[in-house]
């Protein structure tokens, strides 16, 4: 029950609702039907949608070094454009893991330019003749 208020709240604020007039209206309407104990449960689920939301939207740039992001974002500038995103929105991520290179992730895509991934394409391609 609280997943469907929290759900209906979110698509009342997507529609353009006033945030404090949604929630006064959440509010009276939970008071009248005696429970206003699932607002805290309303407001877990909430956050919930509006993390997910969130993670769709944002685009990461994994780099191994912050001295790599620079260049890593030129590198990525064309991939950046088709997606309509701004070089100054996206979010570094240092990533220890990775060797050199970097990957650019978000808005439901995956680009791979990392120095593994470059070298897995060397062994299949040496591998398959």
Known sequence: MDKAYAKALWNILEGGAKPKGALNTLHESLKARGRLGLLPKIARAFALIAARAEAKNVVVLKVARKSDSRRALNEAGELLKDAGVRPSDVKIDIQEN????????????????????????????????
Request: aromatic fraction near 6%.
């Open 98 to 129: 990775l060797i050199g290179g970097w990957r650019l992730e978000g808005r439901e895509r995956l680009h791979d330019a990392s120095h593994k991934a470059q070298l897995m394409d060397i062994y299949e391609r040496v591998s398959e003749g």
